[in-house]
């Protein structure tokens, strides 16, 4: 009795540590005065409408936005033959390859930021927009990678012989089996890469942070002009856009699964 | 399955791909960096190439070897707190049904995702003088007046701690939801408590993977760079922040590339250690 | 000539010997059962006639044509694996429909089809259903179906009954037997349970560590085994081991009986079957040894009886009438007939 009500105690207490610059954030978020105060005073949601209304919160808005998609995206491309060749072909020295794709993340990100700072000055793009999608791209290649390898591996392989007896060749199972069974997998290193590109800063930064003001970058050197409850604005945006999207991930597929626990039915 | 081997060009086409996009856009930017950390500095402008050993040099004056030191002693503090408190969770939380753990895991990535200068920005208001927590205490009659917690050291481990402890979870999870739950069951019926079959049975069971977990959270923590300048004093930056400092406002590129070489080469040879101590838990 | 013929096969898995060398011939439209315990290379069999695996030498050939190294999908032969894999994210009639969809066949004729074959495999009307929803009798009726939509020169089945439960499978046998008569097909199937291949084969294959150690029909294999091995495999049996102490006459630990067919000297061993031992309360007739009873169980159809024989132990099954009053301990002559004497090469 006592222990169950200590671990109750000790899960709210880190819900609650984890919730509290959130709730703090919110709270500044609809505070009515262009000032931040907490407890809020009054109620607004005017500061929410300034990330559309002003140019400089929209145009970051969608400058992350369309940054973020079309990065993930190329990380999805980039992964889904890695771990396709990974899963389906015999060959030890593609795990070098499978190396390359989870060092960016592992890797103190400043040593990637820097990294893609000296190739594009030394490529003499410094600067050019679409040089951080492929940046994040590459940077965040690592989580459909990992996603995908889980997904493929969850893949029964009589599946793909049955198939193969029935008359498809390796490009019809690829189209008819492989990909209709990878692609939950493949929307999740997507939703991942997608919510990641959104936040980061030091990759984005260090390419771009000079001609193009993502959100991060837009909120970093507004800091510097002081606080606004706008900022706070796009704070909640940004964890309602995480928690939705993960959210999605978890609806339509297995959470606790794709963070590796065994799957329940595994037996 | 029956995996083969690539036999013709058209085989390896697959893999090509993403080995060109890899070598072209990691390898490269990598070993270029390596370069430009032997180059030499043009004052005023850029780099030109050379190979000059001045850069790590001058990790031997007492100013880098401080901040060194407290990089690294930062990063292990935040590691070792992030990691005591999220293995008891991790631990209630991958005991608890399937239903009830994905909202946590929504949670956990929700914060985990968030960008260090969202975190920044919230630990830095909710310790604000004006919008921070010692208003509450102000409104429940614990203190006279709001005070202003940042910045600060504690603020800084505070918001680091933060960011880290929905990573450890997520490095800690699938070893402890693989954990045989009939273990604990077992020692429950040989007569312990709940804490103690806790503190006797699983503790030790994954004492490999709570290290793996201390020096991942270690090196995540090391690359750190936006929450020492947001909510710490300069005698707090850390040598992620230095890096960006070196590379962006000062524009010595060499010597940001020296630092971020040497960055590199105590996180990948903690990366082995730990890989190393995963493996030797997977054998036993 | 027609059917499918193995000539020297061999197949090895780096250092690892899964196949040694084989033949082997199949005639159009038998029912063949590879039977065997686990590991012990039927399954690899299987694979290399479906093409799933190349074998490491010899050849095969269906209908006089060398298929050896025509890959899997080309061969057209139907097959039903041990998982099903049923495709999870199609509905029943897509899953049937599936060979006929990737050769471009009009929706129409494919929805013909996926009727008649649900008909056939008794199931009429579930095309819609997704494959997560059937039953595990059901999931089976649909991968044969399946495997049966090419209208298959041949028809391969690997353990295709083992996740059903002993009644189910039992059922399934007899239909799988009565569907493959109908057809015509020259079917395969692996298997390491005895019974379903006795229910089900025209042609049982015993194999053993890589090895064909017989390949007759059901009661040949189970009357006259050629070795302990198969003896032992198939159905329960007495393994006796005994010295040639005169033609055809064998010396066991509990006396001399006659066995025909015995080879000039040295020891040998022979096996005869539970139900062919005669049970008698005295000795003296031919090839009767004295034993003692040492266990006795009535299992309501038969009575089993295990006795010692001078140190050998005896298995022995009657109808429950026969039973005389017995204890263990009780003294008794077993006769072991020596029509019932199969001897068995070493």
């Known amino acids: ?267 | 399955m029956i995996r083969t081997a690539p036999r013709r060009l058209v085989d390896y086409a697959p893999i090509a791909w993403p080995a060109l996009m890899l070598v072209l856009f990691f390898v490269l930017p990598f070993g270029l960096m390596l370069a430009v950390s032997f180059f030499r500095r043009v004052p005023g402008g850029f780099y030109q190439p050379d190979f000059v050993l001045a850069n790590y040099a001058r990790f031997l004056t007492a100013f880098f070897g401080n901040v060194l030191g407290f990089s690294l002693g930062l990063a292990l503090l935040v590691a070792v707190i992030a990691v005591a408190l999220a293995f008891p969770f991790t631990y209630l939380l991958s005991r608890m049904r399937r239903r009830q753990q994905v909202p946590w895991l929504v949670f956990l990535l929700a914060v985990l995702s968030l960008s260090e200068v969202i975190i920044g920005f919230s630990w830095s208001t909710l310790l604000s003088r004006t919008a921070g927590v010692t208003n509450l205490l102000v409104l429940i009659g614990l203190m006279d007046q709001p005070v202003s917690l940042s910045p600060g050291f504690g603020a800084v481990l505070t918001g680091m701690t933060y960011q880290a402890f929905p990573y450890a979870v997520l490095v800690l999870y699938p070893s402890l939801s693989r954990l045989d739950p009939t273990l604990t069951e077992a020692a429950r019926t040989l007569g312990a408590s709940p804490l103690r079959s806790f503190f006797t049975v699983v503790v030790p069971a994954l004492r490999n993977a709570i290290l793996a977990t201390v020096i991942m959270v270690f090196v995540f923590a090391l690359g750190s760079y936006l929450l020492p300048q947001l909510l710490g004093r300069p005698q707090q930056w850390t040598l992620s922040v230095l890096i960006t400092d070196q590379a962006i406002y000062q524009s010595n590129m060499p010597f940001a590339a020296a630092m971020a070489v040497f960055l590199v080469l105590v996180s990948l040879a903690l990366v082995v250690l730990s890989t190393l101590l995963g493996q030797k838990e997977g054998r036993t | 000539m027609s059917g499918l013929v193995l000539d020297g096969i061999a197949k090895s898995f780096g250092t690892v010997v899964a196949l040694h060398e084989l033949s082997l011939t199949i005639p159009q439209g038998k029912f063949v059962c590879l039977l065997g315990p686990s590991g012990c290379g039927k399954t690899t069999l299987l694979r290399l006639v479906a093409g799933l695996d190349l074998p490491s030498a010899g050849r095969i050939r269906l209908d006089g044509a060398d298929i050896t190294d025509l890959p899997a999908h080309r061969r057209d032969f139907g097959m039903v694996f041990q998982s099903l894999a049923l495709f999870p994210h199609l509905s029943v009639g897509e899953n049937i429909a599936y060979p006929l969809r990737i050769r471009g066949a009009s929706k129409a004729d494919q929805a013909a089809e996926v009727t008649r074959l649900l008909d056939l495999v008794r199931l009429p009307g579930i095309a819609d259903r997704p494959v997560s929803r059937l039953s595990g009798g059901q999931r089976q009726r649909v991968a044969i179906a399946r495997a049966l939509a090419l209208k298959p020169k041949l028809f391969l089945l690997d353990e295709p009954l083992s996740a059903l439960d002993a009644k189910l499978r039992e059922a399934m046998q007899i239909e799988l037997k009565l569907l493959q008569e109908r057809l015509g097909i020259t079917t395969i199937v692996v298997t390491h349970d005895q019974r379903e291949a006795m229910t089900m084969a025209d042609l049982v294959v015993v194999m053993s560590a890589g090895r064909i150690q017989q390949a007759a029909p059901p009661v040949e294999v189970y009357c006259h085994p050629v070795n302990a091995f198969v003896a032992d495999f198939i159905g329960t049996t007495n393994l006796l081991q005994g010295q040639v102490v005169a033609p055809g006459r064998l010396g066991l630990p509990a006396g001399e009986i006659s066995v025909p067919g015995l080879p000039a000297g040295g020891a040998t061993a022979i096996s005869v079957r539970p139900e062919n031992l005669r049970l008698h309360a005295e000795g003296g007739g031919e090839n009767r040894v004295a034993a003692c009873v040492t266990f006795i169980r009535d299992l309501g159809a038969t009575v089993e009886m295990r006795l010692d024989a001078a140190g050998q132990e005896l298995i022995l099954v009657m109808p429950p009438a026969d039973l005389p009053e017995l204890r263990p301990g009780a003294g008794v002559f077993v006769e072991l007939p020596a029509a019932a004497c199969v001897v068995l090469s070493p």
């Open chain 1, 1 to 267: 009795m006592i222990a169950r009500f200590a671990i109750r105690l000790f899960l709210a207490a880190m819900a609650l540590l984890l919730a509290a610059p959130l709730a703090v954030v919110a709270g500044v978020s609809i505070n009515e005065k262009k000032s931040l105060t907490f407890p809020p005073q009054g109620f607004s949601l005017a500061w929410y409408g300034e990330i559309f209304a002003e140019a400089g919160w929209r145009n970051a808005l969608f400058a992350s936005l369309g940054i973020a998609l079309a990065s993930a995206a190329l990380a999805v491309i980039v992964a889904l033959p890695l771990a396709w060749f990974l899963w389906r072909r015999h060959a030890p020295w593609a795990r070098l390859v499978q190396l390359l794709g989870f060092a960016p993340f592992v890797l103190p990100p400043v040593i990637t930021a820097l990294g893609f700072l000296s190739f594009w000055n030394a490529a003499g793009f410094y600067g050019a927009a679409w040089t951080v999608v492929i940046s994040h791209g590459i940077f965040f290649v690592t989580l459909p990678l990992v996603t995908l390898t889980l997904g493929f591996e969850a893949i029964d392989g009589s599946l793909v012989e049955a198939a193969a007896t029935m008359g498809a060749d390796e490009p019809t199972i690829l189209r008819t089996v492989v990909l209709p069974l990878i692609l939950p997998y493949m929307i999740s290193g997507f939703a991942f890469a997608f919510v990641l590109s959104l936040n980061e800063y030091i990759v984005a930064y260090m390419t771009v942070g000079f001609t193009v003001e993502t959100l991060p970058i837009r909120i970093f050197n507004s800091l510097r002009y002081g606080y606004t409850p706008t900022m706070a604005a796009v704070a909640v945006l940004f964890v309602v856009i995480a928690a939705v999207v993960f959210g999605l991930v978890a609806r339509f597929g297995d959470l606790p699964k794709l963070l590796g626990a065994w799957s329940p039915r595994e037996d």
